[in-house]
């Protein structure tokens, strides 16, 4: 699920962009469009009203009445002076909403005047026509443009979906995989190749780094065994020297001066076996794979310390419940309860008493208490078993 | 008894065979497995101690060969690794019983004596010296004919006193081999000397001689030579 989610974020957010760009980019190009079809139609217009007022230009340059011709029906031609003719200009043209008595309302009107000198006389020919509006083009340009977003909208939304399946497929195959890498696996992680140069990039150094990873936990694990061993042969040499050296024939002092070197090697094996068990736990090696019996361990355990609790005259009570199962490394199981048991018994006072209790939820989770009276040591709260 | 030891290490070869030698076990060493292979085509032995980790190799592979070929020796494995993984994997391959370093001789004894015990006695399971009698199976203890009323720490305390005669044992060695390596044995003196006080009073009073002695500053020993 986790995977999933993440992919899908990335190719939204992906969509969302190209969503917002191509907004802008439509939104421009409206803007573009519709003014250029302003400019268009006008130029249009004014050319033909150009060579319009060029054809009554020529009727005039040939003489005759051509009132009620066809192209004076919408064209005013006057004599001017010469100096009100404008110098340099020869034609120009305006633009403007106007009556239009043909179809009795306001309309947009397009007027080109041209000025044209003949046999001496000055003329000036006004032609006008009545053209679309382009506030009347803006919603034609608008509702095209809208079919446009929405083919492109779903274009992009395909393409996201396509993007992410195939596209993306080696960069979720590479998240699954990581996702399941264990630093105690034996082999490499294997990423399926991918033609994507980035993705390749990525898989490469990942697999360069689970590699790293690997190994220097493998160099960690097997140092800490290189270093048991080569601290325990020497302790079980001297170990084992002194258990010789006892037997042999030695003075008072110097059997005291055994006893303390045995005093010290006791804790420095025991020192040492310590901190080779943190950093096997700490390199995590002892995982629950499968589930103890806590109950029965329990009983196991309560039972090898009996004597020792005789002899400190404590009392024991036991309330422990059957067939208790935590999932739970055995060994680290075995070692819990009895630290627990035997640091009960020795903050204990006589005559002091001793509870455990273990009983276990629905769950089958197991909870426990192991604790004394007169000297207060409850090395496990409530839930303790259960909870470490 | 002939005993072959497999260790890379020698003066640690050499503890075994001293501790040993001393109770009249015949004892050759092998620093790797080539040496052990021959040593084991050559000759019987009833007890081989066999270290894990080895220059050539891991033991665990000779263990096999000891099963299908040498089906009579007992195999104790030594190991320094304490890893469960060895542990489990040599029980199961067919090991008898497993120490790990660093150990007490007397307990490296004791686990000698009591493999031997479990597959050489031909159904006879007592150990015993003068008066005294231990029934391993059924865990009786007898001075004479009197039964005696010992708890089970006691009897293995008494029988741990037995196979270790006229030797020293620390009081650190009989807590480690009474409670195993997690307790912490420093913290467990004082019980070794209420087990101790207790086990000779009951000997005593069921008419058995008081072999148990205190060494100065060391701690016990079980003196043979006694005479009452």
């Known amino acids: ?388 | 008894m002939k005993v072959l030891i497999i260790e890379d290490n020698q003066e640690l070869a050499r503890n075994i065979h001293d501790f040993l030698g001393r109770e009249g076990y015949i004892c050759e060493s092998s620093e790797t497995l080539e040496a052990a292979r021959e040593k084991l085509s050559l000759f019987q032995y009833d007890c081989i101690l066999l270290d894990i980790g080895l220059p050539d190799g891991n033991g665990i592979g000779l263990l096999n060969l000891i099963r299908s070929e040498y089906k009579n020796s007992n195999v104790l494995i030594i190991s320094a690794k304490n890893a469960l993984d060895d542990k489990i994997i040599g029980l199961e391959k067919g090991a008898d019983d497993y120490i790990t370093k660093p150990f007490h001789l007397a307990e490296l004894h004791a686990r000698i004596r009591a493999v031997y015990r479990r597959k050489n006695l031909d159904g006879t399971s007592v150990v015993a010296f003068n008066e005294i009698s231990l029934n391993t199976d059924t865990f009786e203890a007898r001075v004479g004919e009197v039964l005696l009323d010992t708890t089970p720490k006691e009897f293995d305390l008494l029988l741990y006193f037995l196979v270790n005669k006229n030797r020293v044992l620390s009081r650190q060695a009989i807590a480690a081999h009474l409670w195993g390596d997690y307790t912490d044995n420093l913290a467990n003196f004082d019980f070794v000397y209420q087990h101790v006080k207790n086990l000779r009073r009951k000997i005593s009073q069921a008419g058995g001689m008081d072999y148990i002695g205190t060494v100065y500053g060391l701690g016990y020993k079980f003196n043979s030579h006694k005479q009452g």
């Open chain 1, 1 to 388: 699920m986790g995977n999933k989610g993440i992919g899908m974020k990335l190719t939204t957010k992906f969509t969302l962009w190209y969503f917002g760009i191509m907004l802008v980019v439509l939104l421009i190009g409206g803007a573009i469009v519709y003014y250029e079809i302003q400019w268009k139609i006008s130029r249009v217009e004014v050319v033909r009203h150009e060579r319009l007022n060029d054809i009554i230009a020529g009727q005039i340059r040939a003489g005759g009445d051509f009132t009620g011709h066809p192209t004076r029906k919408r064209a005013i031609v006057s004599q001017i002076p010469a100096d009100s003719v404008p110098k340099g200009v020869q034609t120009f043209y305006t633009r403007g909403i106007d009556w239009n008595p043909e179809f009795q309302t306001n309309e947009y009107r397009l007027l080109v005047t041209s000025f044209y000198t003949i046999n001496g006389e000055h003329y000036r020919v006004t032609t006008y026509s009545f053209i679309p509006s382009f506030y009347q083009l803006l919603p034609g340009v608008v509702d095209s443009f809208k079919w446009i977003l929405l083919v492109l909208l779903i274009l992009v939304v395909i393409s996201a979906g396509l993007i992410s399946k195939y596209i993306l497929a080696p960069f979720k195959r590479t998240l699954r995989v990581i996702q399941y890498f264990d630093l105690k696996q034996k082999a490499p992680i294997r990423l399926a190749a991918t033609r994507t140069s980035e993705f390749r990039e990525l898989n490469e150094f990942l697999e360069k780094m689970t590699e790293k990873a690997r190994e220097d936990y493998q160099s960690l694990k097997e140092f800490t065994e290189n270093a048991s061993h080569e601290l325990q042969t020497p302790t079980a040499i001297i170990r084992g020297k002194l258990d010789l050296l006892m037997e042999s024939d030695i003075r008072d002092e110097q059997a005291i001066l055994i006893a303390e070197m045995q005093n010290a090697l006791e804790r420095l094996s025991r020192i040492h076996s310590s901190l080779t068990l943190l950093t096997k736990l700490e390199n995590r090696e002892y995982e629950a794979d499968a589930k103890v019996c806590i109950s029965q361990l329990t009983r196991v355990t309560l039972d090898s310390f009996e004597e020792l609790i005789q002899l400190k005259s404590l009392r024991l009570m036991t309330a422990v419940e059957e067939k208790v199962y935590v999932p739970m490394h055995p060994s680290l199981a075995d070692l819990l309860l009895a630290n627990l048991v035997s640091n009960a018994i020795r903050h204990n006072v006589p005559p002091g008493a001793g509870g455990v209790a273990g009983g276990g939820a629905a769950a089958g989770e197991g909870a426990g208490v192991a604790g004394g009276q007169g000297m207060d040591c409850g090395p496990a709260g409530p839930g303790g078993v259960g909870d470490q």
